[in-house]
Structure formats: structure tokens, C-alpha cells
T-cell receptor
């Protein structure tokens, strides 16, 4: 079966750095996505990785290791507005997205 | 630009009744998708359409039907609602299903079936 694993919840302090991990087992791999979802809102796109390595976008970075079936999202200089759920999704061999249940990130002052 | 709109925002529906959730996009995207999101679970694909005139079944299609008469609209119909269909429903679109383009989501419809 196909499986995406992420921690259910994480807590971090404003101004700090947090790393959200995602491991996957899917039938084929055609890219990995990270989305942000604030409570009661729609998911919005954060990053996309298809090759191994680190992709940096301002305060957010995403890393991929295809051989390990592993990715992480790194958030730096945390702000209160970063409190949200972070969804990991893998595009499988049929080009459909398989989604993790999401990691709820709580930022404390 | 509106992007993707969904209607209604929320609905309470009696079991056994039918309902159509509406989804319209103005980005001229080829592909559209319907997901449901339940607490503790990832988004699950119900149905998708890679281009106008074609549809396909996702992970959880039973009890739902879709149509894609044109590029912009992708309605989702529940023929006879059951309580297990209580969920938040998201419509999404992408420019091309096999490309690296991301999926863009509508604001969602919160459906409660009693």
C-alpha cells in the first residue's frame, strides 16, 4: 500500500527553527509537495522537490532524499502566522497526489 | 482573479437526500479534482478530470459522481447522502495533470449529513 507519515503535532517558539519530517512509501515517485493549511482554510502550495537535495525559498526550505523515501520542511525565524498544518504529498506513478495527514505546528511566543 | 470558487460554503443535509457541490475555476486549467478531508486523515481523492469531457475515479469514489462538460466547471453530486459523507470537500485544479504544476485549491465546502 501507499503511505505517507508525518508527526501529528509539533510545538516551537517564535523566532526559532523547526524541521517537519515526512517519510513515504508509494508506487512510483514523480515529485514531493509541501502545502500549508491554516485552520478552516484551503491548502496553499509551499514547495516542490523532484530531485535530491535542498530547495530554499526565503524562510522555508525543503529537502528530499529519494533513496531514503524522506523529506523535511525547514521553517526558520518562526512567526506566529506560521501556526498552521503542513501537508506532505507525493505524486505517484499515476501522477495522483498521495497525502499525509498533516503536521499541526503550534508556535508559542 | 477569482481562482477557484466553491458553493455552498457549508450545508446540513438529511440522510438520503441528494446534493450537488459546485466548483468553478477561471484559470483555464486542464485538470480538476475533488478531495475530502477528514480529521486525522490526509486529503483523499474522490474523482478527477484530466481534461474537459473526461473523468476518472480516485481513492474513494463510491457514493459520488462528477461531470466535466466544460473547462471551468466540475460539479460533485451525492445521489443519496449518508452520515459517513460528513466531511470538508475541496475542489482543486492544475494546469496539466502530468506536469510539475501545482494544484490550487478552492475554499472548501463543509458538509454535515444527519
Amino acid at each position: 500500500g501507499q503511505n505517507i507519515d508525518q508527526p501529528t503535532e509539533m510545538t516551537a517558539t517564535e523566532g526559532a527553527i523547526v524541521q517537519i519530517n515526512c517519510t513515504y512509501q508509494t508506487s512510483g515517485f514523480n515529485g514531493l509537495f509541501w502545502y500549508q493549511q491554516h485552520a478552516g482554510e484551503a491548502p496553499t502550495f509551499l514547495s516542490y522537490n523532484v530531485l535530491d537535495g535542498l530547495e530554499e525559498k526565503g524562510r522555508f526550505s525543503s529537502f528530499l532524499s529519494r533513496s531514503k523515501g524522506y523529506s523535511y520542511l525547514l521553517l526558520k525565524e518562526l512567526q506566529m502566522k506560521d501556526s498552521a498544518s503542513y501537508l506532505c504529498a507525493v505524486r505517484d506513478s499515476n501522477y495522483q497526489l498521495i497525502w499525509g495527514a498533516g503536521t499541526k505546528l503550534i508556535i508559542k511566543p | 482573479t477569482a481562482g477557484i470558487t466553491q458553493a455552498p460554503t457549508s450545508q446540513i443535509l438529511a440522510a438520503g437526500r441528494s446534493m450537488t457541490l459546485r466548483c468553478t475555476q477561471d484559470m483555464r486549467h486542464n485538470a480538476m479534482y475533488w478531495y475530502r478531508q477528514d480529521l486525522g486523515l490526509g486529503l483523499r481523492l474522490i474523482h478527477y478530470s484530466n481534461t474537459a469531457g473526461t473523468t476518472g475515479k480516485g481513492e474513494v469514489p463510491d457514493g459520488y459522481s462528477v461531470s466535466r462538460a466544460n473547462t471551468d466547471d466540475f460539479p460533485l453530486t451525492l445521489a443519496s447522502a449518508v452520515p459517513s459523507q460528513t466531511s470538508v470537500y475541496f475542489c482543486a485544479s492544475s494546469d496539466s495533470p502530468g506536469s510539475t504544476d501545482t494544484q490550487y485549491f478552492g475554499p472548501g465546502t463543509r458538509l454535515t449529513v444527519l
